[in-house]
């Protein structure tokens, strides 16, 4: 009997709105300012489409039913969403989303830094998916904001949304970097950046990364709603 109605807990936790809905609505910001050259940006997004394909990434993609966007940023009014919402339900998905990184366009290549102007393009989007439990913004950059409204600017907007900036600063050319993104970029419990040394050192980063807010994350929803299932049914029974 207890383990029964352990069972119905646990559907009824993941029931028909949870199944609906997904865990996690996640912005990849790409930097593509004039500062990062051909063979810098061909490594940015191979080394993202390659952090997706993880096994450890995609797994958690989909157990979260997620839903990805891609942004491309540079200067002032040079911010483009080059990829809508795409949602992850099977691992299909979630290579289909890396082939189109891989082959996504780049828009611009010669303008200046603008981080607030990204933040405030990448806080937009979560509007048209209101049901993901968890918004994070994914920026890289390899320069400070240089243009445009300053980054700490959105932290009010972005906090009022409930979202997260989470972040990886190149400092190939920016020693200093990481202390600037962690002051004015990131914010949000538990929000970090990760350091890439270089631009070649940013495929596993980038992959440390998104096993760090993806797949470690999703994991600790699902131990949350074990956790919150077993205390229910000790509760149930007088414990």
């Not at 290549?109 to 806080?123: C, K, Q």
Request: hydrophobic fraction near 50%.
């Amino acid at each position: 009997m207890r383990i029964v109605l352990l069972v119905v807990l646990l559907l009824g936790l993941q029931g028909p709105s949870r199944a609906l809905a997904c865990d996690l609505a996640l912005v990849l910001a790409v930097d593509v300012s004039g500062s990062v050259d051909a063979e810098e940006y061909r490594i940015q997004m191979d080394g993202l489409a390659a952090g997706l394909r993880d096994g450890v990434v995609s797994e958690a993609l989909v157990r979260a039913r997620a839903q990805v966007s891609l942004v491309q940023w540079s200067g002032r009014s040079r911010q483009e969403v080059s990829l809508g919402w795409a949602q992850l339900r099977s691992f299909a998905d979630v290579e289909a989303l890396a082939q189109r990184i891989e082959t996504a366009p780049r828009p611009w290549r010669n303008y200046s830094t603008a981080v607030g102007e990204a933040l405030f393009l990448a806080l937009e989007q979560f509007a048209a998916v209101p049901d993901c439990r968890r918004r994070v913004i994914d920026i890289s950059g390899d320069g400070f904001s240089n243009e445009g409204v300053e980054p700490r600017a959105a932290h009010g907007p972005l906090a009022a949304a409930g979202v997260t900036v989470n972040a990886i600063a190149i400092e190939q050319s920016e020693p200093g970097l990481t202390a600037y993104f962690f002051e004015n970029v990131i914010r949000g419990e538990g929000a970090f950046v990760v350091t890439a040394a270089s631009f070649a050192d940013y495929p596993a980063r980038i992959r440390k990364k998104l096993v760090r807010e993806v797949a470690q994350q999703t994991a600790a929803l699902t131990s949350a709603d074990l956790t919150a299932a077993c205390l229910c049914s000790d509760l149930q029974f007088g414990r």
